[in-house]
């Protein structure tokens, strides 16, 4: 009977932090260490993943066969953690809030190793390790499951991952299939590393015939319930330039969540309203393709004692008070559908307060068109071409 030492890499990190947030367990990963031929093959996995708030569970499910002789395999399941943490904690216990794994169907045990650290304490590394024996032509199926705090980073309210790589076993794995269940409340913005089919509050997908060496990654943002993005952008309706862009599909679960993100666009008594802040950060982004000199590009300002914002853009300079239904476009007053508001301030920096307008009418005014697709929640906006600048001549065909 040969041995063959193996490790079934489930990546997954019980305590993981960066040093712009927390990353906590991705797994998933089959890893053989040693670089001789195995008949092992991992035929099929299946993930399916929990995500709560707090915390997120995995069942990881193998089918391994092996078409040679009789072999024995060492696992070994990983676990480590980096970034801004002290893995020196670590040594001795583990970051999983729960773990275990069978083979066909019975609990079997694995010996968690002295974790290895960083210097200074920066991160460590160790592995949960079991040995399974095939024999000829046999095929085993290998489970885990366990529990670890939800991560974070910066521009999300939690993230999760896990990690697949298998091309060090036999051959191609003929099938890998992810399934996340959300158990969230409120509305929040899912971003997703993977294409994933979404039905109601499941997310799915499936890998065939591959080396299943791709790490997925889910991040989940806090928003408000009446939120709205801008259709091909990660915008958002925080008034910093240098904010972060986060990207996703917006679910909506029952209850309510704190948001972590003020988004560009919100429906108000029927009314989609865009922040000025995001407004004017689509008219740079136009001028800037166009490149329309920087003196030239639109400007926004609030004057604080005046209460009033100024949002310049070539020919239009456009004075909005909050609260007021009547903005002007220089000496022209306009009325507006609805009232320009400010949103209250999140708990903490990434929800600012901020103007809100009504879209279509202050986007028409500038000579643009709006397109609402309520299916996703996306306003689609399409801009004048930037003032001053002529519009482009069309190709010449040769």
Known sequence: MRTILCLLLLATVGAVWANDGRVV????RVHRIHDKKTTVQMVRETVAMDVYPDTYTVTATFLFHNAGPATTVTMGFPEGGGGDLDGREYRRKTGFLTFATTVDGTTVTARRETASVGEEGEGYHTFWTKTV??????SHTVQVCYRSPAGGSVGSTFTCGYDFTGGNWRGEVEESLLTVHLHLAGTYLIDA???????????????THWQ????????ATATRPDAW?????????????DAIAVSGDLFAFPGTVEPDWLPPVIEKNGTLCIGLAALTTLLRDEAESAKVPEARRPTLDWDEKANTATLTYGT?????TPYQPVIHDGDTAITLPAAPFRTKPGRDYMVPS????PATAVVQLLGGTVTPHPETRTLAISLPQPAG?????????P
């Open 25 to 28: 367990a991705s797994s998933g």
């Open 133 to 138: 024996a095939f024999a000829k032509d046999q």
């Open 193 to 207: 590393s993977a294409p994933m089919q979404r039905k109601g509050e499941t997310l799915a997908h499936r890998w």
């Open 212 to 219: 299943a060496e791709e790490d997925f990654f889910l991040s």
């Open 229 to 241: 993005r801008i259709a091909g952008t990660n915008i958002s309706g925080n008034s910093d330039p």
């Open 316 to 320: 239009h300079v456009l004075r909005i």
């Open 354 to 357: 901020a103007l809100f307008v």
């Open 389 to 397: 600048i002529p519009p482009a001549e069309p190709k010449k065909t």
